[in-house]
């Protein structure tokens, strides 16, 4: 058995029609779906990319692994899934991006070599990389290991960066006559958002780490199972996609932004107010902006589709459905304007809820195919289910996160969580320091149950949504005094209390271990009297270490 994990970045949980996108329809996402089961309420654990990965690689919280921000390194010694994975015999590959930062300065100390076969995988979060590539490559796409850049100039791409000149710039003089002077257009300015890519389709990101995946499974050990992590480079910035896909969708394909102007009123909680007075923020506010954006967007993820349909049409005639589980998830989603904000970082349900569709082609899985599951789930959750789907013994000793497959084969009556939980660091963010908030504390939590999101920001108030009477998540009440809300405040600050307390797990001692008595070794004995004492505890007669008789 093996699986296939694709994980798309920066995809909204509601851009798929079987999430119930009227306009964009994905029949080979919801394919799968039909095939498999969708969780309805998935929750990243934190809505940036390098926290919200290293999470899903550790199956751990983020307070736990301590990748708090882009660009943060997972310390040397955090286990991941792929060296998790590694041990049981599964080969665990990379295609596409991870977001991991390697802890350069921890492999100095304990002397590792980075590049060395222990150093490559602590780089890559315990992956071997096979096609390595995080996507952002503004100016230094030419770096040797990018093989996208090369892949590119040898099909006449000429260009220092083709990433940037060809597969995320717009072509020369635009398809709408709105310049002729033979100049480039970035994809990183919105303007251009609505132009071609510079790119024939068949060569830019998307189609390209897709064939990548393919080649991987084409060429793969039979012997061996093995995790393909497929982690696709879009939909996220920059917003620019080649032909024919930038000109499908338009004004009458948009979702209405989700947005209202009570909530930047008077008691606006002042976090979420600096985070929507950002640049970006305010470039989005515009209708204009996101008439050029959103189609761009969209096409991003129907080339997805388009793609994914032909990977799983050429599994199937390989006979690949039938031996492996294939997950479609994301990182986290994209504001794109709603609620008055851009990009992500804040916890409302377009920025932190991501989709999650998992086909297990078990017959154990087979009374849940075709059908919904809305109760909370984390994507911590998908390092043990894959561990556990490999018939791994539990490790609740070192994941947090909980595994998926008694949901996935419908086991009735399966006690589950009352929380979600995500977190946020925005001290490395320009909003921390036009507040005057100090590094260390600029801290979000968001926990929700079934009906409320509550989010602890420390410092100031909480924020507070009734996602029953609210959906759309307008109107913060968390600065509301009734006994109701007074109550449910109360209710929430306790559960994040605990949860803040609770036993952060220690990654290799198992939790038998740590039970009352199993810390006395056989003859290593505090507080006993006598022999009598002894007797009395144990129920069993003392014996000296050198194995003499006690009496």
Known sequence: MNVLWIMADQLRWDYLSCAGHPHLHTPNIDALADKGLRFTNAY?????????RMSAYTG???????????????????????????????????????CMVADIEGMARVGIDPGSTIGVGLSECGFRPFERDDGLHPSDGNRPQLNYNDYLRDLGYSSDNPWQDFANSAKVGGD?????????????????????ANIAEEHSETPYMIRRAQEFMATADPDQPWLCHLSLIKPHWPYIVPAPYHGMYGANDLLPVNRDLAEREAGAHPVYEAFTKTHMSRT????????????AYMGLIKQIDDHLGRLFAWMEAQGRMQDTMIVFSADHGDYLGDH??????LFHDCSTKMPLIIYDPRRAADTTRGTTDDRLVECIDLAPTFQAFFGGEPLDHHFEGRSLLPLLE???????????????????????????????????????DARWKYVHALGFRPMLFDLQADPDERMDLGGQTSATITAVLARFSQAHQAWAAS???????????????DSESEHVLIGYWDEADFEAVHGKPFEHPDGRDSG
Request: include cysteine.
């Open 44 to 52: 990243g654990q934190s809505p940036l990319c390098g926290p919200s």
């Open 176 to 196: 709408d006559g709105r310049w002729d002077d033979g100049e480039l257009r970035s994809g990183w300015l919105l303007a251009y958002a609505d132009q071609p």
């Open 60 to 98: 751990r919280y983020v307070r736990s692994h301590g990748a708090t921000y882009n660009r943060v390194p997972l310390r040397v010694g955090e286990r991941t899934l792929g060296d998790l994975l590694r041990e049981q015999g599964v080969d665990p590959v990379l295609v596409g991006k991870t």
């Open 503 to 517: 036993y952060t797990r220690t990654t290799y001692t198992r939790d038998q271990t740590l039970r009352r008595g």
């Open 284 to 295: 989005f506010w515009s209708d204009e902006v996101r008439a050029r954006v959103l189609p």
């Open 340 to 345: 008055w904000m851009a990009d992500k970082e």
């Open 410 to 448: 419908g086991r009735p009556e399966f006690a589950w969580r009352q929380y979600a939980v995500s977190e946020m660091d925005y001290g490395m963010r320009e909003v921390a320091h036009d507040m005057g908030v100090d590094v260390d504390q600029a801290r979000l939590t968001m926990i929700r």
